[in-house]
């Protein structure tokens, strides 16, 4: 009787065994989706196809497709002018001249140019005034600079005590900015622009750049049919309620409380839920058709985010759009060119081959020593290490779990019981309260 219960066990802890194997492959595979086959119509399209450098990433679409740049910032706006140095510095001049003819009417009259600066390397200039006539607390700065046949322009708008510190970083853009042909693609750390790449400041440097950038794709065979991507940091305090798939939700229930049958109700989905690519892990995705409406036709609607990471550049909050059905740029106005498998495959085709842009730098810091086990560190400070971390005391360590920190995010706080009053008891409530804890690194990620 003992051998055979002895039995039942082994084989229960085998089964679990297989289950739990099987449930994590499939929550792998499910974030990862099997790609769609390229029909005979889009095969051509895709035989021949070239990489294009965005921010720190690169990205393959077909050849014959147009790159629209829209706006990009690290740190401050930048605007680059190919063949434009001439009106570039028009543009100073016609910036001097208004802010010199007005006057804050409110507050004495005063005009609201302040100075300018000339500069050698680059050439160019940095004119500052007022932001406005009726305040004298804001104000508007912009860096009007060239190489050569090529103008660019970057803008600031800090407070009258950020003054020097925004021209500051006006002058270290310009000296670090380099022209770029779309089809070069920079060894170096740093962010492709449009015609442009920004170089990393040194190595040295304790602040990360806040980083925005926003680039399209339309495909010629396809006109109908545009793409987007949009970089910027993570949200610090991950609010689920800014989450694609939090909005879904709540746009299906207002849809559902205005009337039971609203006809976007009847959209399809294709695809919903996590999504990865390569090393942005924390994706969510949603593949629709929208529904036949009497002032639109039927579209694509396709859109997966990714929180990001806080304190990893390479690793951002990340918008992706696909939609068809777009003329004049508005969706929706003429039919769909692609099928609704077609439209998948060109969705993964595209989206499966975002990876960060290699670079020296980037290699070398992945071969950097790890921290030892062990390794210690307060609240508040920056993460050190990847991998998993528990609170050092051993009485923290009995109520906190120990947990997954990347690299470069701040070390947690812990929440703690407090000690409950009279009217707390009476409320039935108990207060809680964020302490500094010393975090210790206990394992790696693998």
């Known amino acids: 009787m003992m051998i055979f ?149 970057i803008d600031a708008r800090p407070l009258e005590d950020g003054r020097n510190r925004a021209m500051a970083t006006i002058k270290s853009i310009a000296r670090r900015l380099q022209p770029r ?34 680039i399209g794709f339309r495909l010629k065979e396809f006109p109908d049919t545009h793409i987007s991507i949009f970089v910027g940091p993570p949200d610090v305090h991950h609010n689920p309620s800014n989450t694609l798939e939090y909005q879904l939700g709540r746009v299906e229930r207002e849809q559902r409380a205005e009337d039971p049958n609203h006809p976007l109700l009847k959209t399809v989905y294709f695809r919903r839920g996590p999504r990865q690519i390569h090393d942005w892990l924390n994706g969510y995705e949603a593949l629709s058709r929208s529904p036949e409406q009497p002032d639109m036709r039927s579209i694509h609607d396709f859109v997966m985010d990714f929180k990001g990471v806080v304190g990893d550049s390479y690793k951002p909050y990340a918008d992706i759009r696909m939609q068809t059905g777009v003329a004049d740029n508005l969706a929706g106005a003429v039919k769909p060119s692609l099928t609704d498998e077609e439209a998948i495959a060109v969705w993964d085709a595209i989206t499966s081959t975002i990876r960060v842009r290699p670079t020296t730098a980037k290699a070398s810091a992945q071969q950097a020593p790890r921290k030892p086990l062990g390794e210690r560190l307060v609240s508040g400070r920056t993460c050190s290490q990847t991998g998993w971390w528990q609170a050092a005391e051993p009485e923290a360590a009995h109520t906190l779990p120990r947990r997954r920190i990347e690299a470069g995010a701040t070390m947690p706080m812990a929440v703690v019981a407090g000690k409950p009053t009279l009217w707390d008891k009476l409320k039935g409530e108990q207060p809680r309260h964020q302490v500094a804890v010393v975090w210790q690194l206990v394992a790696y990620e693998d």
């Open 5 to 153: 219960v002895k039995q039942l066990a082994v084989m229960w802890v085998l089964f679990c065994t297989v289950v739990l194997s099987s449930c994590t492959q499939i929550a792998i595979d499910e974030r990862v989706p099997k790609m769609s086959t390229l029909s005979s119509r889009l095969q051509p399209v895709f035989s021949n196809t070239r990489t294009v450098c965005f921010g720190r990433f690169l990205i393959d679409i077909p050849i014959t497709a147009t790159v629209a740049w829209g706006s990009g910032s690290v740190d401050l706006g930048i605007s680059v002018y190919p063949g434009a140095a001439k009106q570039v510095d028009e543009e100073a001049v016609k910036f001097k001249t208004e802010l010199q003819k007005t006057q804050a009417i409110h507050l004495n009259r005063v005009p609201l140019f302040l100075f300018e600066e000339e500069l050698t390397a680059p050439a160019g200039k940095i004119v500052v005034g007022y932001d406005g006539f009726d305040t004298l607390g804001d104000l508007e700065m912009h860096g009007y600079f060239h190489w050569g046949d090529d103008g660019f322009i």
């Open 181 to 214: 042909a779309e089809h070069v693609i920079p060894p170096e750390p740093g962010n492709c622009l449009a015609h442009a790449f920004l170089v990393d400041e040194s190595v040295n440097s304790m602040e990360q750049p806040v980083e925005h950038l926003r």
